[in-house]
């Protein structure tokens, strides 16, 4: 299926968690969180989040700024 | 006595609270992060960029400071609020300075969605660190709708142009008993100074130092002008005056002699200043 990671299509099997999706994105899991749809979802979610088809995943990190 | 700067519930030490923006490397802000001494420092948060190397938060870990995560780069309430929440589960701190700004050319704060993000965070348990404009009238209601601290610009992000209206950040003060930090506009150590002279409780500055030829230089020199400026302030400085007040005691000879040398000029409107009566120069100090 297909989702919105950090604004660009990314093609992702059905089965995907969050957590694959982080790995695949940096190599530490600090200093990161997660919106899907808009809403944060806690680290503590991670593993057991699955997504659906067009969901809209942000992930950030802390950068330097201000 | 010591002078903590207590803000968030917490003591701190320095009143300078550093940003991490426009630093040519990790290695140079970490060194100019060391140099200035500061307690708390900004970061922003992004999308993750696989390729970048180096964490900004492992750094502020390992030097002790205080993360303050920031809303910069939004334009709505609905993206600062969201962004405020990120933060919060990254970093896990409840401590946002929130920035709303309405467009890419001036950096200005949008003093609407300004406010009212800053109430809708403050209702969901953040302590929320408010950069507004130098309105004392917006900087009010900040602080009424309980805004931990009001961080009013000296001049736009990245200007350098120091503080352009020094008397709304007077006003700002004679009115508010919340934490006042001078954010943005500060060029060079007499503008950290004079923000902290006029009565602020802390300075945020990035640019002036991270930009700077020498910024771990530069954040010593802010880091001694935020101390110099708020000892200033402490130690109430003498009121300006139209004529010279001597600093040594009178010459009995001298007495005679101004007496006689110093008179009225026709055409001048200034009064006579009689060295046998000091005392007659009762004008009122103008003010400057």
């Not at chain 2, 696989?50 to 180096?54: H, K, L, R, Y």
């Given at each position: 299926m297909n989702i919105i990671l950090n604004g660009s299509n990314e093609e992702v099997s059905d089965d995907t968690h969050l957590s694959d999706i982080v790995l695949k994105l940096s190599n530490s899991s600090t200093g990161i969180a997660i919106a899907v749809d808009n809403e944060v979802v806690p680290q503590s979610l991670w593993l057991s989040t699955t997504l659906h088809a067009g969901a809209q995943v942000e992930i950030l990190a802390a950068v330097q700024g201000g | 006595m010591a002078d903590h700067f207590n803000l968030g519930g917490q003591a701190w030490n320095s009143r300078l609270i550093m940003g991490t923006g426009g630093a040519p490397s990790l290695s140079i802000l970490r060194e100019a992060l060391i140099a200035s001494e500061t307690q708390i420092t900004t970061i922003a948060m992004r999308r993750v960029n696989?390729?970048?190397?180096?964490s900004i938060f492992d750094l502020l870990k390992e030097l002790k400071i205080a993360p303050l995560p920031n809303t910069a780069g939004c334009y709505t309430a609905g993206d600062a609020i969201l962004t405020a929440q990120l933060a919060r589960e990254a970093l896990g701190t409840d401590w946002i300075k929130l920035e709303v700004i309405a467009?890419?050319?001036?950096?200005?704060?949008d003093p609407i969605e300004t406010l009212t993000a800053a109430s809708r965070l403050v209702a969901q348990g953040f302590v929320v660190l408010a950069y507004t404009n130098d309105d004392p009238i917006l900087a009010r209601k900040l602080e009424a709708v309980g805004c931990a601290a009001i961080m009013p610009l000296g001049?736009?992000?990245?200007?350098?142009?120091?503080?352009?209206n020094p008397h709304n950040i007077e006003l700002m003060r004679s009115q508010l008993t919340s934490p006042i930090i001078l954010d943005a506009g500060i060029g060079t150590a007499s503008d950290a100074a004079q923000a902290m002279e006029l009565g602020c409780d802390g300075v945020l500055l990035a640019s002036a130092v991270?930009?700077?030829?020498k910024p771990d230089l530069m954040a010593a020199a802010m880091k001694f002008a935020v101390r110099a400026g708020r000892d200033a302030y402490l130690a109430g400085r003498i009121p300006k005056r139209w004529h010279a007040l001597a600093s040594s005691p009178e010459r009995l000879t001298t007495k005679v002699q101004a007496s006689n040398s110093v008179s009225r000029s026709p055409k001048s409107d200034l009064p006579t200043i009689s060295a046998a009566n000091p005392e007659e120069d009762q004008r009122e100090s103008p003010q400057f």
């Open positions: - | 696989p390729a970048t190397s180096g467009d890419d050319i001036t950096l200005l704060p001049s736009p992000i990245g200007s350098g142009l120091g503080i352009r991270t930009r700077a030829q």
